[in-house]
């Protein structure tokens, strides 16, 4: 990444969201400032919620021309005319995912903190590693994307990278220079004013 690029935003969903409610609140936060990649991250595993939840996003995302994207549910984004997928198990089904879904669609892989895996995913066809969580989180085990990995990737790598999990101000004025992508979800849905608190992170882009 040139030294001139900031990096984008690559805004998660909430694990669990109101449809009657959530995308109205992402349409303004869509319309507040530029958003590369929206990804649909629900918890439940009902396949006719989270359909209901792709069909509601995909207008909001598309009208804007952001791309939607889903973890981990292949078959879901191919039926449902979304972007692409965000695979959760490193690289193994890169390979796979990329020859069902064809060479247009997004494939994303989350690699944890793990060098290797993500180099691995891009050899098999990845159009982008995600690395995380940056931050302290009671989730997992303990492990943390130190600052070192992603230096060492923007230097030696070009597939993009993206930080993601329990971001703060300080991690993204730090990790700003290093990172093409920043993976913010939950950081901001907690929040009171959603959109204030993406602006507050954007503006620590810089």
């Known amino acids: 990444m040139a030294e001139t690029e900031l990096p984008q935003i690559y805004l998660i969903t909430p694990p669990e969201f109101e449809l009657g409610r959530f995308p109205d609140q992402l349409a303004r936060t869509l319309d507040s400032t530029e958003i590369a990649c929206v990804r649909l ?21 598309h009208a804007r021309d952001v791309a939607l994207v889903i973890a981990e549910h292949v ?73 070192e990995l992603f230096e060492w990737w923007s230097m030696m790598i070009e597939l993009p990278v993206v930080a993601e999990g329990a971001l703060d101000l300080e991690m993204i004025r730090t990790l700003a220079p290093v990172t093409d992508f920043f993976g913010i979800g939950e950081e901001i849905w907690r929040a009171d004013d959603p959109v204030a608190q993406l602006t507050a992170f954007r503006d620590a882009f810089c």
């Open 75 to 147: 078959m879901l984004a191919e039926r449902l005319g979304l972007d692409g997928v965000h695979l959760t198990d490193a690289a193994r089904s890169v390979r796979k995912v990329r020859k069902d879904l064809g060479d247009d669609a997004i494939v994303g892989a989350f690699c944890g903190t793990s060098r290797h895996d993500g180099m691995n995913a891009g050899e098999a066809g990845a159009d982008y590693v995600s690395f995380g969580p940056v931050g302290a989180t009671p989730l997992g085990d303990g492990s943390r994307a130190e600052h």
């Open 41 to 61: 991250a629900l918890a439940t595993r009902d396949e006719d919620r989270i359909s209901r939840a792709a069909d509601a996003l995909r207008e909001v995302t």
